[in-house]
């Protein structure tokens, strides 16, 4: 980049790389977004590196590539990262080899497991909150004394809601705040916005931040993460946020649009606006 006469920053580069976050920029619950296959397939013939994001652990890529593809969206299996992958891949960083109690669904199991972690409720290493639509009380109450008898607290998101047809739903970050109040242990967040799971999507695609885009519906969770690992951020508008959403936040996103179809035929020079 550098910078314009007008002391605004001007986005010069030969290759944009491409960060997507899923539900409301390229899906809407079980809907594609108009123009997000056009996307996609202009960025695959172009070869231009992409990776789809999501903060939703329920899933294995191998369940969210089968679940785009029913609604024509071909994502490969490698592209997809989710913060069940991010948190495993960080826990593995800290202690290989280690365990944990985790209340979650297979996407987030599988993810350990493939990291090398052990599965247990006897004085794990962690307790590793993540999504799921069967929050038990039991499995809260076990998931408290663990953390109140030693063991660290980790999440995968702070998401306090999530969507669907009949309106929203509690996320892992709500659970996560009771299980907080009740053991006055903060947990630790590995997924959007803390920006490790934005660097470790860069790593995996081999890009860098300063050509690197981050699509997202949300100010608080893409936006923001995008920001803080040195991305520049497209705000799309079919998902949660209107356009006065942005205007509530300390931070801008770069560009704001209506949806991902205005990039179509622009992915190559995406701040072009005609």
Same mark, same amino acid.
């Given at each position: 980049?550098?910078?314009?006469?007008?002391?605004?920053?001007?986005?010069?580069?030969?290759?944009?790389?491409?960060?997507?976050?899923?539900?409301?920029?390229?899906?809407?619950?079980?809907?594609?977004?108009?123009?997000?296959?056009?996307?996609?397939?202009?960025?695959?013939?172009?070869?231009?590196?992409?990776?789809?994001?999501?903060?939703?652990?329920?899933?294995?890529?191998?369940?969210?590539? %089968?679940?785009?593809?029913?609604?024509?969206?071909?994502?490969?299996?490698?592209?997809?990262?989710?913060?069940?992958?991010?948190?495993?891949?960080?826990?593995?960083?800290?202690?290989?080899?280690?365990?944990?109690?985790?209340?979650?669904?297979?996407?987030?199991?599988?993810?350990?497991?493939?990291?090398?972690?052990?599965?247990?409720?006897?004085?794990?290493?962690?307790?590793?909150?993540?999504?799921?639509?069967?929050?038990?009380?039991? %499995?809260?109450?076990?998931?408290?004394?663990?953390?109140?008898?030693?063991?660290?607290?980790? %999440?995968?998101?702070?998401?306090?809601?999530?969507?669907?047809?009949?309106?929203?739903?509690?996320?892992?970050?709500?659970?996560?705040?009771?299980?907080?109040?009740?053991?006055?242990?903060?947990?630790?967040?590995?997924?959007?916005?803390?920006?490790?799971?934005?660097?470790?999507?860069?790593?995996?695609?081999?890009?860098?931040?300063?050509?690197?885009?981050?699509?997202?519906?949300?100010?608080?969770?893409?936006?923001?993460?995008?920001?803080?690992?040195?991305?520049?951020?497209?705000?799309?508008?079919?998902?949660?946020?209107?356009?006065?959403?942005?205007?509530?936040?300390?931070?801008?996103?770069?560009?704001?649009?209506?949806?991902?179809?205005?990039?179509?035929?622009?992915?190559?020079?995406?701040?072009?606006?005609?």
């Amino acid at each position: 980049m550098s910078e314009a006469d007008d002391g605004t920053m001007e986005h010069v580069s030969n290759q944009w790389n491409y960060l997507f976050d899923m539900d409301g920029v390229l899906v809407r619950e079980e809907h594609l977004v108009p123009g997000a296959d056009e996307l996609i397939a202009e960025l695959r013939e172009n070869q231009t590196p992409f990776m789809v994001l999501t903060n939703n652990s329920i899933y294995t890529p191998r369940d969210l590539r %089968a679940r785009l593809l029913n609604m024509r969206l071909d994502i490969p299996e490698e592209a997809i990262w989710t913060s069940a992958l991010a948190t495993a891949q960080f826990l593995q960083t800290q202690r290989p080899g280690g365990s944990a109690y985790v209340v979650g669904e297979s996407g987030l199991t599988t993810a350990l497991h493939n990291a090398g972690y052990v599965i247990t409720e006897r004085d794990p290493d962690y307790v590793v909150l993540g999504e799921t639509r069967t929050y038990s009380f039991e %499995a809260i109450t076990r998931a408290i004394r663990l953390v109140r008898n030693g063991a660290r607290f980790i %999440a995968t998101n702070p998401d306090e809601t999530g969507p669907s047809a009949e309106g929203p739903l509690p996320a892992t970050g709500a659970v996560a705040a009771l299980i907080e109040k009740a053991t006055g242990r903060r947990p630790y967040f590995v997924g959007k916005p803390n920006p490790l799971m934005m660097r470790s999507a860069l790593r995996r695609m081999g890009a860098h931040s300063e050509n690197t885009l981050m699509v997202g519906d949300r100010m608080d969770t893409d936006v923001l993460s995008g920001l803080e690992a040195g991305l520049q951020t497209v705000l799309v508008l079919s998902g949660i946020s209107e356009r006065e959403t942005a205007e509530q936040f300390p931070y801008r996103p770069t560009r704001v649009i209506d949806s991902v179809k205005a990039l179509v035929g622009a992915s190559q020079d995406p701040f072009h606006q005609a």
